[in-house]
């Protein structure tokens, strides 16, 4: 799914109102209708609600749903911010006075100051103030309403995105001045902003109500920002053909493991495994032969000279796609032994874990890194390479740069991971849990990777395919194990079956 500009979005609903011939009134009762499906799966009309509605088509929206809750048996008091009596968008106009036709409406239209009913943390706040139309942060009056709702303790929902947050950056703002919704029900598209976890506490969780927007507009709509899906990663999946052999899948090597991390190694190597490779070799130290070959039999192993740390990269089999650093530490040889093959090596390879934390160590080394290179950091192995960041923004503009400048592919991990390609394209990740958040599942993530680019997978979807398999394996292993039960071991047994359900039609 495309993830458009504030600046995008307005241009698709000109024209589906030019074009298509839906008026915006249409438009906004079918904002309203999704709006309220959502409440009225949540709460009973006895719940005491107020709507707050602001001079623009969000407050238009805003009133239509305050009239449809009283149709459903709801007692809304409705604050309506129109200031100095003649603010109102044609559109909110014609809302407000739709509503009141209803009769017996119970609302404060707030012309100069007013005194704004009590509100309760009992309340359910309906937060229509404002939209996309939003051209700078709250100030004053907007936002002393904005603390007021968010002091009360009432639960909110926002109509599109939280009043007071731009729909994608928003280095300018403070979130105290923002309404903190406990659910954002937004226009047609996810925003940029809902999927950054600086934004989570503002956003709360989040729907799309579809309102028809012009199907031609959205395709024809270029967009840099992405929300990857099943279908999405169906479409790249390629089927086997009947008359295929191993050698058709790749040969993966992975560098991975030293004494006390050999788990890492194992996840790593099941995810490569259950991901399709042809052939996987695990490179790993004397110490780990007996837990590989136990545990991961389909795997060839390659000892190292040494005996509990990786002292050599150099590759000694014919590999299509090599992954490197799921527990295999920082010390010395094995720094010496990346740094060559770094140096050495110029097709594309994975970058993970205690790779990331070599390379934090010498960041020069990120001149030598093959370009279409995938890198996997979560946010301090991030922040270790590229210098520490103050919001989950600044990482991603950060990751966006640095994708650019060294041509390579950033998987940021997190809730929802996010692959930044050079090209300033960002594919945010739909699957996964907080299931997930178990030590080594990032592991498995890099034997996906690996294998898909040992396929022959270029760079750039191998990422994006490995990280949406990644979390739906997640969520089946959560599925059985539950949230807290879930091991990065059942993650990697889950992959295949990842996969199955992607492919199924
Ligand atoms: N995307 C779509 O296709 C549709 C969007 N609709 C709604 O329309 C909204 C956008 O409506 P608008 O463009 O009218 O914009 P808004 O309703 O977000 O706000 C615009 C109003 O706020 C004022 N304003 C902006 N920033 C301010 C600030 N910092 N302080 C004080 N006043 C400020 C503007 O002067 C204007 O009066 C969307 O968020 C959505 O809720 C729907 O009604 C229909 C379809
Ligand atoms: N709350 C969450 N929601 C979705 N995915 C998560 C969540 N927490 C962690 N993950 C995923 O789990 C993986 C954790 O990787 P990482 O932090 O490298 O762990 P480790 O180093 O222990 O292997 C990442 O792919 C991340 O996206
Ligand atoms: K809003």
Redesign the pocket.
């Known amino acids: 799914m495309k993830i458009f500009s504030t600046e995008h979005?307005?241009n698709?609903?000109r024209v589906?109102i030019e074009e298509e011939g839906v008026s915006?009134m249409e438009?906004?009762h079918r904002?309203a209708e999704g709006v309220v499906n959502e409440i009225l799966s949540r709460w009973s009309p006895s719940k005491p609600t107020m709507v707050f509605a602001?001079?623009?088509?969000?407050?238009?929206?805003a009133l239509i749903v305050a009239k449809l809750l009283i149709e459903a048996g709801f007692n809304p008091h409705v604050v309506l911010i129109n200031v100095k009596g003649d603010?109102l968008?044609p559109?909110c106009r014609a809302c407000r006075d739709e509503l009141l036709r209803l009769g017996n409406v119970a609302m404060t239209e707030i012309v100069h100051t007013s005194h704004i009913p009590t509100l309760t943390a009992d309340h359910l706040v309906i937060d229509?103030l404002?939209?996309?139309?939003?051209?700078?942060?709250?100030?004053g009056g907007?936002m002393a309403m904005a603390r007021y709702i968010n002091e009360s303790g009432a639960t909110v929902v926002s109509?599109?995105?939280p009043s007071g947050m731009y729909g994608d950056w928003n280095s300018r703002i403070l979130a105290r001045n923002v309404v903190h919704a406990d659910l954002t029900v937004a226009?047609?598209f996810p925003r940029l902003a809902f999927f950054l976890s600086d934004n989570a506490p503002i956003v709360g969780q989040w729907k799309v109500v579809d309102?028809g927007?012009s199907r031609r507009a959205i395709e024809q709509t270029p967009t840099k920002y992405f929300f990857i899906e099943k279908d999405d990663v169906r479409r790249v999946l390629k089927r086997r053909p009947d008359f295929c052999s191993k050698a058709d899948f790749g040969h993966a090597l992975l560098f991975t493991g030293c004494y006390g991390m050999m788990g890492a190694a194992v996840l790593a190597a099941r995810g490569a495994l259950r991901s399709g490779v042809g052939k996987l070799t695990v490179h790993a130290p004397r110490c780990g032969f007996s837990v590989l070959q136990t545990a991961v039999p389909e795997a060839l192993y390659l000892p190292d000279r040494n005996e509990n740390v990786i002292s050599d990269m150099t590759p000694r089999v014919n590999f299509t796609a090599i992954g490197v650093g799921p527990g295999i530490g920082t010390n010395d040889a094995t720094r010496g032994a990346l740094e060559t093959l770094i140096k050495t090596i110029k097709r594309p390879m994975v970058f993970d874990a205690d790779a990331l934390n070599i390379i934090s160590r010498t960041p020069a080394l990120m001149d030598h890194i093959a370009p279409g290179s995938i890198l996997t950091p979560h946010a301090g192995e991030f922040d270790r390479i590229f210098g520490s960041q103050a919001s989950s923004e600044t990482r991603l503009l950060r990751a966006l740069e640095v994708a650019h400048k060294y041509k390579v592919i950033i998987v940021l991990k997190g809730r929802y991971s996010a692959t930044v390609r050079p090209d300033g394209k960002i594919f945010f990740n739909s699957t996964g849990s907080a299931a997930m958040a178990t030590a080594g599942s990032g592991d498995v993530l890099t034997g996906i990777i690996t294998s898909l680019l040992a396929q022959g997978y270029k760079s750039e979807i191998a990422a994006t395919a490995a990280v949406y398999i990644h979390g739906l394996a997640g969520d089946i292993a959560a599925h059985v194990e539950g949230e807290y039960g879930s091991l990065s071991g059942d993650i990697a047994a889950c992959v295949g079956k990842a996969i199955k359900a992607i492919m199924q039609v």
């Open positions: 979005i307005r698709i609903d589906t915006s438009l906004i904002v602001g001079a623009g088509n969000n407050g238009a929206d603010s968008s559109d229509g404002f939209g996309t139309g939003l051209r700078n942060p709250l100030e907007y109509i599109d995105v226009v047609q309102i927007l």
